[in-house]
């Protein structure tokens, strides 16, 4: 089926469900910004990719892409359960230290954001709109989703800049580049879904690599500063 | 030629392999084989990729462009291996509790490292070059780590987190690419970068262009671009001496490899006008910043750092030139870095090592005290100012006679101007190490008890090689070399 024939054939319902998972992503990307806990970013995170993967399925089959479904089932395995194992792994000992026997995985995340909560909302929203009409502007073309799904991945992307630069913490850093991560997966779906599967697979494997990398990291970091804060990283100047 | 290109790709992560296993001898001395052996490899390269194009297996491709940075990496991956064992000599003779752990994490790190900096150039794809660069990203990061200080752990942060976001804007380039590369070629075309570079004009512009910006912006962050280099110079100061040579002289070239494939597609389908534009802003920002921030420096690792931002704001003006002078400038500055670069860290870390300090006013009368790498420090820093007769004056001259060439006047003036400010920064700081004599009771006991003499021939003969190498490409590059150069040059040149 050529790929104008499909487009005829495509129910409005079909676009309609994909924007609305594309904005799910942005949403969870949002939800990002209030989190306190490790546990509830490192879900929301979790929710986040699922709802790619699902978007990925729903391309699969109204778009007869069979390779997506590989891709989905993937990058759901990856993202949706082994990355927030790993996470996890970080809460391990953490609120141990606490005088008060704070629940496990309330960690020192809560309040790291360098403005209030809501300027932080705010000035994200704002580089949202931005991405969002910029990516308009482009005059690009998709055969397999609607363009809304496109420009709502520039804003993802943004926002997770924000994030990874508003929140003072490693675990809010690193979750943000890995829902930097996922905004790109999602421009992936809309202009670059016939990419082949095996350099897909590479890519996750790459990210699973990172993942590990980004946890050491933290562990040292953790393991030196004592807290998972960033605002004493500042030695190094000039 | 197969054989050669297999052993490059199996040797290193053998050796890594190997490190992690063996006890930490046969970890050094694996480590330093596989490095020479691996530079040795590409030279017999050299003649084939100066004539053809080398494809295998249809992902692996190695060009003339490719060439260069595979002869780059590769001498400073047998240099550096070599002078790790005079690096860590100390730590093993003190018998430091953990040494043999850090040795075997540093070697395969070290290892890896090598290897993905080798694989990355002869990736014939946008997303395995991109997957390659991303890997030097995360094993470098853990090679930053190493020395598990304060300052370590705050300089592998910062890396890998500014470096994966910036790599994240590299990955969205290259979905634009396949996106624009799928309007020409059909949906299933696999980002070969063959095949995006005969599609070349018939691409659309809007979606080039932006890959092109995106690339620049992301590769640009690992090679160290203002505004984008803020990771560069933390993670150099802060890595032990082998890796920060490594770092700068391969890793910001594999990235400024990167970079130049993108150039190339972009000059295919866009003409060259736009990418120039965009590496000319880049550069003079990057050539400016790195010259004052050179002028005050207090850290010698973090001197050369900038340094290196310095260079590479060279390269980007280079290109940005155009004219096939500058082009083949810019490629022999590659290699001419390299050699200087390593050179300069080696000799950096011999400072450091006798002085017990990084701070620029913690080290004096290095002339005295160190009669071989004192000398060969100062020989690698007039290298890196273009000073005649070494490499780096040859590639430079060609880059500025390349731009006037060009009637880029401003620019190659611009040019001049920096690289001399760049020099007062880097002589007066090293005058001041060097040739300041040593007063006895500065530092109290530290300064008493420094005595003449070099802390470990093994530390000397690579920076030795450095220097002829830098020698050759000054006076009389090789006619293979040039051979090389001018395909390379013939190949960036496509699309004019």
Same mark, same amino acid.
């Given at each position: 089926?050529?790929?104008?024939?499909?487009?005829?054939?495509?129910?409005?319902?079909?676009?309609?469900?994909?924007?609305?998972?594309?904005?799910?992503?942005?949403?969870?990307?949002?939800?990002?910004?209030?989190?306190?806990?490790?546990?509830?970013?490192?879900?929301?995170?979790?929710?986040?990719?699922?709802?790619?993967?699902?978007?990925?399925?729903?391309?699969?089959?109204?778009?007869?892409?069979?390779?997506?479904?590989?891709?989905?089932?993937?990058?759901?395995?990856?993202?949706?359960?082994?990355?927030?194992?790993?996470?996890?792994r970080l809460l391990r000992g953490v609120g141990r230290a606490g005088k008060d026997g704070p629940a496990p995985g309330w960690t020192e995340i809560a309040g790291s954001g360098s403005l209030s909560l809501a300027n932080t909302v705010l000035l994200a929203i704002a580089v949202a709109a931005f991405g969002f009409f910029s990516a308009r502007a482009l005059g690009i073309h998709s055969a397999v989703l609607p363009l809304t799904a496109l420009?709502?991945?520039?804003?993802?992307?943004?926002?997770?800049?924000?994030?990874?630069?508003?929140?003072?913490?490693?675990?809010?850093?690193?979750?943000?580049?890995?829902?930097?991560?996922?905004?790109?997966?999602?421009?992936?779906?809309?202009?670059?879904?016939?990419?082949?599967?095996?350099?897909?697979?590479?890519?996750?494997?790459?990210?699973?690599?990172?993942?590990?990398?980004?946890?050491?990291?933290?562990?040292?970091?953790?393991?030196?500063?004592?807290?998972?804060?960033?605002?004493d990283l500042t030695s190094l100047r000039g | 030629m197969i054989v050669v290109v297999l052993l490059l790709l199996i040797l290193p992560f053998a050796a890594a392999v190997v490190s992690l296993r063996a006890p930490d001898g046969v970890a050094e001395a694996v480590s330093a084989v596989t490095g020479v052996a691996c530079f040795g490899l590409v030279l017999a390269l050299v003649p084939a990729a100066a004539h053809h194009d080398l494809v295998?297996?249809?992902?692996?491709?190695?060009?003339?462009?490719?060439?260069?940075?595979?002869?780059?990496?590769?001498?400073?991956?047998?240099?550096?291996?070599?002078?790790?064992?005079?690096?860590?000599?100390?730590?093993?003779?003190?018998?430091?509790?953990?040494?043999?752990?850090?040795?075997?994490?540093?070697?395969?790190?070290?290892?890896?490292?090598?290897?993905?900096?080798?694989?990355?150039?002869?990736?014939?794809?946008?997303?395995?070059?991109?997957?390659?660069?991303?890997?030097?990203?995360?094993?470098?990061?853990?090679?930053?780590?190493?020395?598990?200080?304060?300052?370590?752990?705050?300089?592998?942060?910062?890396?890998?987190?500014i470096a994966s976001a910036g790599l994240g804007l590299a990955l969205l380039a290259t979905i634009f690419a396949y996106y624009a590369g799928a309007q020409v070629l059909g949906q299933h075309y696999d980002l070969s970068f063959t095949s995006l570079l005969q599609a070349g004009a018939r691409l659309p512009h809007t979606p080039v262009r932006l890959a092109f910006v995106l690339a620049v912006l992301g590769f640009g962050t690992k090679m160290?671009?203002?505004?984008?280099?803020?990771?560069?110079?933390?993670?150099?100061?802060?890595?032990?001496?082998?890796?920060?040579?490594?770092?700068?002289?391969?890793?910001?070239?594999?990235?400024?490899?990167?970079?130049?494939?993108?150039?190339?597609?972009?000059?295919?389908?866009?003409?060259?006008?736009?990418?120039?534009?965009?590496?000319?802003?880049?550069?003079?920002?990057?050539?400016?910043?790195?010259?004052?921030?050179?002028?005050?420096?207090?850290?010698?690792?973090?001197?050369?750092?900038?340094?290196?931002?310095?260079?590479?704001?060279?390269?980007?003006?280079?290109?940005?030139?155009?004219?096939?002078?500058?082009? $083949?400038? /810019? =490629?022999?500055?590659?290699?001419?870095? !390299?050699?200087?670069?390593?050179?300069?860290?080696? &000799?950096?870390? @011999? *400072?450091?090592?006798?002085?017990?300090?990084?701070?620029?006013?913690?080290?004096?009368?290095?002339?005295?005290?160190?009669?071989?790498?004192?000398?060969?420090?100062?020989?690698?820093?007039?290298?890196?100012?273009?000073?005649?007769?070494?490499?780096?004056?040859?590639?430079?001259?060609?880059?500025?006679?390349?731009?006037?060439?060009?009637?880029?006047?401003?620019?190659?003036?611009?040019?001049?101007?920096?690289?001399?400010?760049?020099?007062?920064?880097?002589?007066?700081?090293?005058?001041?190490?060097?040739?300041?004599?040593?007063?006895?009771?500065?530092?109290?006991?530290? $300064?008493? /008890? =420094?005595?003449?003499?070099?802390?470990? !021939?093994?530390?000397?003969?690579?920076?030795?090689? &450095?220097?002829? @190498? *830098?020698?050759?490409?000054?006076?009389?590059?090789?006619?293979?070399?040039?051979?090389?150069?001018?395909?390379?040059?013939?190949?960036?040149?496509?699309?004019?």
């Open positions: 089926m050529s790929a104008a024939a499909a487009a005829v054939a495509a129910p409005s319902v079909y676009s309609g469900g994909a924007s609305v998972i594309a904005l799910g992503v942005l949403l969870a990307e949002f939800g990002m910004f209030r989190q306190a806990l490790i546990r509830d970013q490192v879900r929301l995170y979790a929710v986040q990719s699922a709802l790619i993967s699902v978007l990925a399925i729903l391309v699969a089959a109204v778009r007869h892409l069979p390779d997506l479904y590989v891709l989905a089932a993937l990058s759901a395995a990856l993202k949706v359960v082994i990355v927030p194992i790993v996470l996890r420009e709502i991945s520039v804003s993802v992307v943004l926002v997770a800049f924000v994030l990874m630069i508003m929140r003072r913490d490693v675990a809010s850093q690193a979750i943000g580049f890995l829902s930097l991560e996922n905004g790109i997966s999602l421009a992936a779906l809309v202009i670059a879904a016939g990419l082949p599967l095996i350099l897909e697979v590479a890519f996750l494997f790459d990210l699973l690599v990172a993942v590990v990398v980004f946890e050491l990291l933290i562990r040292v970091h953790r393991g030196r500063a004592e807290s998972l804060s960033t605002a | 295998y297996l249809s992902y692996l491709r190695i060009d003339a462009v490719s060439a260069v940075f595979l002869l780059a990496t590769s001498f400073l991956y047998g240099a550096v291996a070599v002078y790790s064992i005079g690096y860590l000599a100390p730590s093993r003779r003190k018998r430091a509790p953990g040494f043999s752990r850090y040795s075997r994490r540093f070697y395969a790190g070290l290892n890896l490292f090598a290897w993905t900096m080798l694989a990355a150039p002869m990736m014939n794809n946008l997303a395995l070059l991109w997957i390659a660069v991303e890997v030097t990203t995360v094993i470098s990061a853990l090679l930053v780590a190493i020395e598990n200080t304060d300052g370590a752990a705050e300089a592998a942060w910062k890396y890998i987190l160290g671009l203002v505004p984008v280099h803020t990771w560069l110079p933390d993670a150099h100061s802060e890595a032990p001496t082998p890796v920060s040579a490594l770092l700068s002289g391969s890793l910001l070239a594999v990235s400024f490899y990167a970079i130049l494939r993108y150039y190339q597609v972009a000059a295919a389908a866009l003409g060259p006008r736009f990418p120039r534009d965009v590496l000319l802003v880049f550069g003079v920002a990057s050539l400016l910043l790195a010259a004052l921030y050179l002028l005050d420096q207090r850290d010698v690792k973090r001197m050369l750092a900038y340094s290196s931002v310095e260079h590479m704001g060279i390269l980007a003006i280079g290109v940005s030139f155009g004219a096939p002078i500058a082009l $083949a400038g /810019v =490629l022999l500055h590659v290699l001419a870095h !390299a050699a200087a670069k390593g050179n300069a860290f080696m &000799g950096a870390g @011999v *400072l450091v090592h006798k002085f017990g300090s990084k701070r620029i006013a913690g080290i004096t009368g290095g002339l005295d005290l160190l009669p071989w790498s004192g000398p060969l420090f100062g020989v690698a820093i007039l290298a890196l100012c273009a000073m005649p007769p070494f490499g780096i004056f040859r590639s430079e001259f060609e880059i500025v006679e390349g731009g006037f060439g060009a009637s880029s006047d401003t620019a190659a003036a611009i040019l001049i101007v920096l690289v001399t400010v760049a020099f007062f920064g880097l002589t007066v700081a090293t005058n001041r190490m060097l040739l300041t004599p040593r007063r006895a009771g500065m530092t109290g006991s530290g $300064a008493a /008890v =420094l005595a003449r003499g070099e802390p470990s !021939a093994w530390m000397v003969v690579p920076v030795v090689a &450095g220097v002829a @190498v *830098l020698l050759v490409l000054g006076l009389h590059p090789p006619a293979e070399l040039t051979g090389l150069l001018s395909r390379a040059v013939h190949q960036l040149g496509v699309g004019q």
